[in-house]
């Protein structure tokens, strides 16, 4: 994605005080509540998101309840028309956590899973949680959508990689490995200093 690209910010069709853009965020806007004694101005904010299988996520409040959205839907709704009706959102890269609008497409069940087949990885391989794999003669950090998809990029066994996470082993490899919960930047931080690297270069 070109650091330049324009994001344009369009409200959601179906879900009021939503707004989603043209590469893959999603806001919450201003909004302002009267009370009996006061009235209270909200400001709008982007939202955090999470990963879940490999997909990107976010939770908010619908008529005072908490919700949870995959992102990919939330902006193919918002922009791409579906006059077929079709049930799911294919990534045309693959990636699942590429949600910019002229990555996503409708489509039918069948034809999800023979474009993955074709194109893409294996549900197998992006089933699970993300990870960051420390390279520890390099200092290079790459992020993986899960533990098979790491196994197949650097052949090591899956099995190896999950004894690291888990604290079994110290390096697989030639790797050290860590889930990404939300603080695993943090953690690798921590670790880089500790093996003597000066920066952060996550690919």
């Not at 919450?28 to 299988?53: A, C, H």
């Not at 697989?172 to 490995?177: Q, R």
Request: proline share 2%; aromatic share 8%.
């Amino acid at each position: 994605m070109a650091n330049n690209e324009k994001e344009i910010w369009k409200s959601h069709p179906d879900i009021a005080g939503i707004e989603v853009s043209t590469l893959g965020n999603v806001r919450t806007i201003d909004r302002v509540t009267s009370g009996e004694k006061r009235t209270r101005f909200t400001k709008g904010r982007i939202l955090k998101q999470s990963y879940n299988r490999g997909y990107l996520q976010v939770s908010f409040r619908v008529n005072g309840k908490f919700v949870t959205k995959y992102v990919h839907r939330l902006i193919a709704e918002a922009f791409i028309p579906n006059t077929d009706n079709f049930p799911q959102v294919n990534h045309k890269n693959c990636i699942r956590d590429d949600n910019r609008v002229e990555n996503l497409e409708w489509c039918t069940a069948s034809y999800n899973a023979k474009y993955r087949n074709k194109f893409g990885v294996s549900n197998a391989e992006t089933q699970g949680h993300p990870l960051f794999a420390i390279n520890l003669a390099t200092l290079e950090v790459s992020h993986f959508r899960a533990q098979g998809e790491a196994s197949r990029v650097l052949g090591i066994q899956h099995s190896d990689i999950n004894s690291v996470i888990k604290g079994r082993l110290k390096r697989a490899g030639g790797y050290w490995f860590v889930s990404d919960d939300g603080h695993a930047v943090d953690v690798v931080k921590s670790k880089l200093h500790d093996v003597g690297g000066v920066g952060l270069k996550i690919k």
